[in-house]
């Protein structure tokens, strides 16, 4: 992200030079000089491009599958819409860059990959408090939780996501004083830091409800006397897929929250980019976690690209609370 993530000149040793491609019709400026193109652009871009594709199929899947309709989907699909969106941002952030750089697109860029990432770390955090609500209210889960409760929620969390996203277009920006801005600009070093402790504050709640699941897990394959081999080992397994998806979370957006928070417009751009690389692959491997794990979800694709279901796939429907 160019735009966002300061000028490119530290890597001018490392671009490329197009000159001698012919008619391959190389980057240009208005003025029809070739432009470098920064290597790790073109790694968020294909990021971009791989996050756009995963999540385009869950959405597809979702739509098309009128039985997947249960609250737990629809949080899927909302989380599957926002990485979609943070996917597209990164292709249009790149074209922008090179194509269309001017200051309005840079907000507009700048804008929905804040509110496409905001929505995609809300709706994680929606999804784990479904799932702990389907535990400890595991017998009025099913008449509490309705669909529409469900997309109220979804309606809110992309509205304060909106909210987010239109703040650099109101002037919460830095291109009238370069010394405020963040590690990404035109974000400002207090909006970035203000991001930043929030992203710690659900990442806390996160690792409490998940912490609190695996208690009444445990708590379940203790009251369940006849059955406790099986529940110690399904609880086992729970308990590891809740570290994974926490520790993939962390590993993610952990360096670049804290570096937004430690460093600003001054430091080296390739320690920017260092921290944003991994903290868009969330977006990557959403869909791996939340939906194509999901037996309902691995059916529909099958059915919908061979006609056939694997026996190897669990026909159980599958409740929030599953991990």
């Keep these: ?51 756009s594709c995963e999540n385009a199929i869950v959405i597809a899947i979702l739509f098309y599958t009128p039985t997947l309709r249960a609250p737990m989907f629809v949080l899927i699909g909302s989380l599957a819409v926002a990485d979609l969106l943070a996917g597209i941002g990164l292709i249009l952030n790149f074209v922008f860059t090179y194509m269309l750089n001017t200051e309005f697109v840079t907000l507009i860029s700048v804008g929905l990959l804040i509110a496409a990432f905001s929505a995609s770390v809300l709706n994680i955090l929606a999804i784990t408090v479904d799932r702990y609500l389907s535990l400890y209210n595991a017998l009025t889960y099913h008449t509490e939780r309705t669909v529409t409760f469900t997309y109220v929620m979804v309606i809110l969390i992309w509205l304060v996501c909106i909210a987010l996203g239109s703040l ?69 397994k729970g308990v590891s897929t809740l570290s994974i998806i926490l520790c993939t979370f962390a590993l993610c957006w952990m360096p670049f929250a804290m570096y937004s928070i430690v460093a600003d417009s001054s430091y080296p751009i390739i320690y920017t980019y260092a921290t944003v690389l991994p903290a868009t692959c969330s977006s990557v491997i959403n869909p791996i976690i939340y939906a194509f794990r999901n037996p309902d979800i691995q059916k529909s694709l099958w059915l919908a690209c061979c006609g056939c279901v694997p026996s190897n796939i669990s026909l159980r429907p599958r409740t929030s609370s599953d991990v």
Aim: hydrophobic content about 45%; proline content about 5%; glycine content about 2%.
């Design 1 to 51: 992200m160019s735009n966002q993530l300061q000028n490119t000149s530290a890597f001018n040793s490392a671009t490329w030079d197009f000159q001698d491609l012919g008619n391959s019709s190389p980057v240009r400026t208005p003025e029809m000089r070739p432009v470098a193109v920064n290597p790790w652009d073109i790694a968020l871009c294909v990021t971009g491009t791989l996050i």
């Design 168 to 236: 650099p277009l109101l002037g919460w920006n830095c291109l009238r004083d370069e010394s405020s801005c963040s590690i990404c600009r035109p974000v400002t070093k207090n909006n970035a830091v203000a991001l930043a402790v929030t992203f710690l504050l659900v990442f806390a709640l996160m690792m409490q409800l998940y912490l609190q699941i695996c208690k009444i897990a445990f708590r379940h394959a203790q009251q369940i006397a006849v059955q406790h081999h099986f529940m110690a080992i399904s609880t086992t």
